[in-house]
């Protein structure tokens, strides 16, 4: 697609082409966040207890980042286009293997089967982006595939409970079931509008793959770039996963009105992520990321601080959280899938779908460390993680003008 130019009918295929990545990565984030709204009726239906739940989420994590890093043994061997769709295929299986599980045993192998293949999806969507648009385009294709990220992340919750609600003959399994029906759909888009990739198939790779992956993983510049992308994860999902419980037993915002927080989130997010991506592209990657940085730390304190105030105050906060802290990854990851050569972006992407994988399941502990439930039910500390979710915030903007001094050297760049 670089090579070509850019008339009416190519960029018509541009937008078929993201519009098919755009849905494999809905649907691969919807199928993790789905599970979060269900714990409830997973522990009543399937007789488990909390920490069991528990280890039915994070088998998703770090399955994913298990994954990705087996991964890089063979991601930037293969035609990107081929490598994608098979997987994807697999990634529906094993969500349908989910929504048939007979019990917990089988549900949890399944789920670490789907996050196996659904965190290899995430680096490689991202990889055939920087691999396929030109740096200069590449803000606004990152914002309409990341468009999809930040739509399935807060649209998982009330999704996830109106299904298992509203069809009462399948519970828990309804949204398995959905989010495999819409996948099929989604993959036949995919086999019609993504092209065959191959260009980096073109470069000699020298010696032992694992000398190779060694390489990758401890170049100085791309162990910025690892740093960088944890402590933007940590910065949000240190958060993220405490919000509906702070806001129901602290704020007290009814449960019927958390899945509106979310939906409502979702929208504004839709509509975001392509504006951010071009102004990304016009104004530079740093500056936008920056900008987005610091301004997200204001609804980012209000969340972990708020006290109980009327509904249309916690919507506007939560609706400005969530468009900023997700918008922070366009233009971030704009510059990160630039740091290196295209015939090891698949192998460094992966690593980098690993590091942001293992950090967020890592905020999410650290932040359950530091949180209290009181004898009333109340949170308590939940300020405390929104002070180190501000300094993670921080030291991601002063790092990320060194990782784009490294991304200088690149011949794409103007």
């Not at 980096?200 to 060694?214: M, N, V, W």
């Not at 449960?255 to 409502?264: D, F, G, M, Q």
Request: aromatic letters at 12%; hydrophobic letters at 50%.
């Amino acid at each position: 697609m670089n090579s070509t130019p850019y008339t009416a009918e190519s960029k018509k295929r541009e937008r078929f082409f993201l519009l098919s990545l755009a849905g494999i990565q809905f649907t691969h984030i919807l199928d993790f966040m789905i599970m979060m709204p269900l714990g409830p009726e997973f522990i009543r239906v399937l007789n488990i207890n909390t920490h069991q739940f528990g280890l039915l989420l994070s088998s998703y994590t770090f399955a994913a980042a298990a994954a990705g890093i087996l991964a890089t043994y063979y991601i930037d061997r293969f035609e990107r286009r081929k490598l994608l769709l098979s997987l994807y295929a697999f990634f529906i299986i094993a969500t349908l293997a989910c929504g048939l599980a007979p019990n917990y045993e089988f549900l949890f192998i399944a789920r670490a089967f789907a996050g196996a293949f659904g965190g290899i999806l995430g680096s490689l969507v991202q990889t055939i982006v920087a691999d396929s648009i030109p740096f200069e385009r590449r803000g606004k294709a990152l914002g309409t595939v990341m468009a999809a990220f930040s739509v399935s992340t807060v649209a998982g919750v009330p999704l996830g409970l109106f299904l298992s609600n509203h069809i009462p003959s399948l519970g828990w399994r309804a949204p398995f079931f959905f989010i495999a029906i819409i996948s099929i759909l989604i993959l036949y888009l995919g086999y019609r509008n993504i092209p065959k990739i191959a260009g980096h198939l073109d470069h000699i790779h020298e010696g032992s793959r694992l000398s190779q992956i060694l390489k990758i993983l401890t170049a100085r510049q791309n162990i910025k770039a690892f740093i960088f992308m944890a402590l933007i994860m940590i910065t949000g999902f240190s958060v993220i996963p405490y919000i509906a419980l702070y806001l129901t037993a602290n704020v007290g915002i009814a449960n019927s009105y958390i899945s509106l927080i979310y939906l409502c989130g979702g929208i504004a997010t839709l509509v975001s992520s392509r504006l951010i991506g071009h102004m990304a592209d016009k104004y530079g990657k740093v500056l936008v990321f920056r900008v987005l940085a610091i301004v997200s730390f204001i609804p980012l304190l209000v969340t972990t601080n708020l006290v109980p105030v009327p509904l249309w105050i916690v919507l506007l906060n939560s609706t400005a959280f969530f468009v900023l802290i997700s918008g922070r990854m366009i233009p971030a990851m704009a510059i990160v899938s630039q740091l290196v050569e295209p015939k090891i972006r698949g192998t460094f992407m992966s690593l980098v779908g690993s590091t942001q994988m293992l950090a967020s399941g890592i905020a999410s502990v650290l932040a359950g460390l530091i949180v209290t439930i009181t004898a009333d039910g109340k949170m308590e500390h939940y300020n405390l993680v929104g002070y180190g979710a501000v300094a993670c915030g921080m030291l991601t903007f002063w790092l990320v003008g060194y990782i784009h001094s490294d991304t200088k050297k690149h011949k794409e760049i103007p």
